[in-house]
């Protein structure tokens, strides 16, 4: 069973669109969460990072977490073409060495159609 | 705009020649990464670098590759002999400590002939 599996899609939608991604993972030691955004060929672009379990919100952007099912989600409200890029779910232990030690997801590609 | 600067954007290479990627920070920070994407393949993590030592690296950063911080202030991954699967993009990231999120930049797009 891989750490953590995300959708890769593609992912389709109209503008204005609610969308949800979502990451499901299987080593309870994680305790860290990010939400990454990656447009091609450019490095990962952090949008949201959460540590405890609930929601947390940032414009049009919430991250949500649900640690006893081990399952994290992003959702963007009123979806704009210039969201379109690949999303990557990120995680990561709590410790002093592996603490910042990320484990990725496969990445969802999203396409924001006008 | 990335707080991490890379160069080259692009190197390609001959397999069994040395690489030396680079990373700057735009501020100083204690905490450095190396992560590697082969195309169409997931973000993995290869080494993480705190006050001028390794502080944990994966399976991946086996004895062909190092990691120094020269003269303070660039960040290198050196990988010694390259082999095709080396190709890849290489990201260099900074943190604030310990459990905190991380800056990605730009990357560094390798390609091995």
């Known amino acids: 069973q891989k750490e953590v599996e995300q959708d890769p899609g593609p992912l389709s939608v109209p503008e204005g669109a609610i969308v949800s991604l979502n990451c499901t993972y299987s080593n309870s030691a994680f305790q860290y969460f990010m939400w990454y955004r990656q447009y091609s060929r450019k490095g990962p672009e952090l949008l949201m990072y959460?540590?405890?379990?609930g929601n947390k919100e940032d414009g049009r952007f919430t991250a949500q977490v649900d640690k006893s099912s081990k399952y994290i989600s992003l959702f963007i409200r009123d979806s704009q073409p210039s969201d379109s890029a690949t999303y990557l779910c990120a995680m990561s232990a709590k410790g002093e060495t592996s603490g910042s030690r990320l484990t990725f997801g496969e990445g969802t590609q999203l396409t924001v159609n006008p | 705009e990335p707080e991490v600067t890379q160069t080259p954007s692009h190197q390609v290479t001959q397999m069994g020649q040395e690489v030396i990627l680079r990373c700057v920070p735009i501020s100083n920070h204690l905490y450095f990464y190396w992560y590697r994407q082969i195309l169409g393949q997931k973000v993995e993590f290869l080494v993480s670098f705190y006050n001028n030592e390794i502080s944990e690296k994966s399976e991946i950063f086996d004895d062909q590759f190092s990691v120094e911080r020269p003269d303070g202030s660039n960040f290198t991954l050196k990988i010694r002999s390259t082999k095709l699967e080396d190709s890849a993009m290489y990201f260099c990231a900074r943190g604030r400590g310990t459990n905190s999120p991380l800056h990605f930049g730009n990357g560094t797009r390798l390609t091995v002939t």
């Open positions: 959460t540590y405890s379990s």
